[in-house]
């Protein structure tokens, strides 16, 4: 079957767009795809460093809906927003935004792959 991998959200909130915003705008993609046919792989959000206002709390409460309140059939979140190897200040980071190649390895390996084998009916 078709995979829809998906991402979305941080620069979302970085220019303006509050939680609530936000998750219509996710929830409208998600549900356009599941309805045209493909699995959804819904990746977390990750901390940024710097972030003014409302953000990390919009964020952590996202990612919160995501993990909870917002599974239906056709979606698999991967959970990797808590994984302290993807901290925005920590070494696997490259611009206290985005990963560098090592925490984008860590993001393959141990959330996409795995995740991708299972829709396969392959043990990770």
């Known amino acids: ?3 829809c991998l998906f991402h979305m959200g941080t ?3 970085h220019f303006g767009a509050n939680e609530t915003t936000l998750r219509a705008r996710q929830n409208s993609f ?4 599941i309805a045209a046919g493909f699995t959804v792989l819904f990746f977390t959000m990750l901390e940024r460093s ?3 206002g409302s953000f990390e709390t919009d964020r952590v409460a ?3 809906y995501w993990t909870t309140a917002g599974a239906r059939a056709g979606l698999i979140v991967c959970d990797w927003a808590d994984d302290s190897r993807l901290a925005s ?3 696997n980071s490259a611009d206290g935004i985005h990963p560098n190649n090592t925490g984008h390895a860590i993001m393959y390996a141990d959330y996409a792959y795995p995740a991708m084998l299972s829709l396969l009916g392959l043990a990770p």
């Open 62 to 64: 996202n990612n919160t």
């Open 30 to 33: 998600v549900n356009g795809r």
């Open 89 to 91: 200040d920590g070494p």
């Open 1 to 3: 079957g078709n995979v």
């Open 11 to 13: 620069n979302d909130l």
């Open 50 to 52: 710097g972030e003014p």
